[in-house]
Structure formats: structure tokens, C-alpha cells
């Protein structure tokens, strides 16, 4: 089984600031994670996404995250926040089963950092 | 091109009552999956719908239903309501053919059960 956690429900910087929100995960297979953004009333947006290969990956909107096996971490990162970051971020993890020979995929996610960032 | 749409938007609905939720997945998609945000909460899988078969279950009760049509549209019903099922449900699509691609999310439709 999988599981996904995310260090700090509520994040607070300034605009300008670094930010980094926290996701460390379990799995028991390679894993594919992901971070979302979710501003308020509306469905999640993608930010980016690791499978395989580079281990630094860059998303939308400045934001970068790092994969850490060691550490099975997968911290976001974005230099310098601006207001319009201020959102909801989802950490996730997908799973991928086979059943003849067809592969499926669901997500589990973390429990979200809401980002506030002040003027 | 169109991504993922969802209706109804909101949904009023009273304890005891079924509802029908609607998805529309991204043109090119053919797999959908439904997912429940509770408030405060992230958001739990349901099930995956491909090629018209329920292929995965979260733990959800079998309260819980869905169909996928030809045109890999989705519908997902609630028997017996519960106030506990009040919630922001997801629909997502994603290909088959690209299985490491990334979900895309619609703005989901939020379920009150008075």
C-alpha cells in the first residue's frame, strides 16, 4: 500500500520568499508522484509530475520539485512566491497495477499545505 | 479543446435521497476516474471506469455506483444518502495508451446532504 504525507497543513511566507512544501511517501514499487494546486472552488490543476529519469523536475509557474529516494521525499520548491500562489497543494502518488497486460492507475494523496503568502 | 467537464456544478440533496453526478473526460481520453474531497481533506479515490468496466475500487461503500458510456462519458450515483457523503467529487480522465500520464481534474460538482 501506499501512502503519501505532507509535512504542515497551513504554510505562511512573504511575497518574494522561498517556498517549500513538504511530501514524503511509502511504496512499495517504484513510484510515479505528482503536485497539484487547487484554488478555492475549483478542480486540481497540475504542477508537475516524476516517472522516471531526471530527478530535479520543473512544473508551471516557477515551482521545481526534487525526488529523493533515499529520503522517499518529493519536496516542492518555487524561488520566490508571488500572491497568486497562495492555494492549496496536493501531493500524490500513483500506483500502477496490471491485469493482463493492461495497466490502470489511481492516485493517493496527501492530506494538502494550504500556502498563504503575505504582501 | 475541451478538458474534463462536470455537471451539475452544486447539488442540494436530502438524507435517503440518489443523486447522478456527470463527467465528460478530455478529448483523446478514454479512462475516468471519480474521487471524493471531503472539506479539509484530500481527495480519496472511488473507482476507475475503462472500456466501460469498473477496473479499480477504493473503499467505498457499494452505495457507490458508476457506469462509463461508448463515448467514455461517466456517471457516477449515490443511493441511500448519507450526510456524510457531502463533498467536492473529482472527476478525472486520463489515456490508457499513456498510463504514466497525469490525471486531468475537472472543477468537480459539491454535493450538500441536508
Known amino acids: 500500500a501506499q501512502s503519501v504525507t505532507q509535512l504542515g497543513s497551513h504554510v505562511s511566507v512573504s511575497e518574494g520568499a522561498l517556498v517549500l512544501l513538504r511530501c514524503n511517501y511509502s511504496?512499495?514499487?517504484?513510484?510515479?508522484l505528482f503536485w497539484y494546486v487547487q484554488y478555492p472552488n475549483q478542480g486540481l490543476q497540475l504542477l508537475l509530475k516524476y516517472t522516471t529519469g531526471a530527478t530535479l523536475v520543473k512544473g508551471i509557474n516557477g515551482f521545481e520539485a526534487e525526488f529523493k529516494k533515499s529520503e522517499t521525499s518529493f519536496h516542492l520548491t518555487k524561488p520566490s512566491a508571488h500572491m497568486s500562489d497562495a492555494a492549496e497543494y496536493f501531493c500524490a502518488v500513483n500506483h500502477l497495477l496490471s491485469a493482463g497486460g493492461t495497466s490502470y492507475g489511481k492516485l493517493t494523496f496527501g492530506q494538502g499545505t494550504i500556502l498563504t503568502v503575505h504582501p | 479543446d475541451a478538458g474534463v467537464t462536470q455537471s451539475p456544478t452544486h447539488l442540494i440533496k436530502t438524507r435517503g435521497q440518489q443523486v447522478t453526478l456527470r463527467c465528460s473526460p478530455k478529448?483523446?481520453?478514454?479512462?475516468v476516474s471519480w474521487y471524493q474531497q471531503a472539506l479539509g481533506q484530500g481527495p480519496q479515490f472511488i473507482f476507475q471506469y475503462y472500456e466501460e468496466e469498473e477496473r479499480q475500487r477504493g473503499n467505498f461503500p457499494d452505495r457507490f455506483s458508476g457506469h462509463q458510456f461508448p463515448n467514455y462519458s461517466s456517471e457516477l450515483n449515490v443511493n441511500a444518502l448519507l450526510l456524510g457523503d457531502s463533498a467536492l467529487y473529482l472527476c478525472?480522465?486520463?489515456?490508457?495508451?499513456?498510463?504514466?500520464?497525469?490525471?486531468?481534474f475537472g472543477n468537480g460538482t459539491r454535493l450538500t446532504v441536508t
Open positions: 478525472a480522465s486520463g489515456g490508457f495508451r499513456g498510463y504514466n500520464s497525469p490525471l486531468h
Open positions: 511504496s512499495s514499487v517504484p513510484p510515479y
Open positions: 478529448s483523446g481520453h478514454d479512462t
